[in-house]
C-alpha cells in the first residue's frame, strides 16, 4: 500500500498561487496513477487533476489552465501548481494513488490526510 502526505496548503488572495505537494512511500510510486481531489463543506469530493507515467494528465474544466500537475518519480511526489486561484478553489485538498487514471474517487485506493486552501476574495 502506498502512504501519502500533502502540504502546501494555505490563505492566499484571490489572484494568488500555491504549489501542494503529496510525498508517497511504500509501494513502487512509479506504477500508480496519482490526483488531486478537493472537498469543500457541505459539499461532494470532487476531481480537480491527475497524472500517470508523468506525461499523461487530466485535468477538471473548472481548473483547466490555472492549475498544473507533475510528479517526481525519484523523489515519489506529486506537486500542484496552482495559479489564478479564486474563492470557489477554497477546500481541503487530497492527494489519492490508485492502479488507473480516473476521475472517480472510488478509482483511487490510497489517500493522504488532505491540506486546507483557503482563498480570500
Known amino acids: 500500500q502506498v502512504q501519502l502526505v500533502e502540504s502546501g496548503g494555505g490563505l492566499v488572495q484571490a489572484g494568488g498561487s500555491l504549489r501542494l505537494s503529496c510525498a508517497a512511500s511504500g509501494r513502487t510510486f512509479s506504477n500508480y496513477a496519482t490526483a488531486w481531489f478537493r472537498q469543500a463543506p457541505g459539499r461532494e469530493r470532487e476531481f480537480v487533476s491527475a497524472i500517470i507515467w508523468s506525461s499523461i494528465t487530466d485535468y477538471a474544466n473548472s481548473v483547466k489552465g490555472r492549475f498544473t500537475v507533475s510528479r517526481d518519480n525519484a523523489s515519489a511526489t506529486v506537486y500542484l501548481q496552482m495559479n489564478s486561484l479564486k474563492p470557489e478553489d477554497t477546500a481541503v485538498y487530497y492527494c489519492?494513488?490508485?492502479?488507473?487514471?480516473?476521475?472517480?474517487?472510488?478509482?483511487?485506493?490510497?489517500w493522504g490526510q488532505g491540506t486546507q486552501v483557503t482563498v480570500s476574495s
Open positions: 489519492a494513488a490508485g492502479l488507473r487514471l480516473s476521475q472517480q474517487p472510488r478509482a483511487y485506493t490510497a
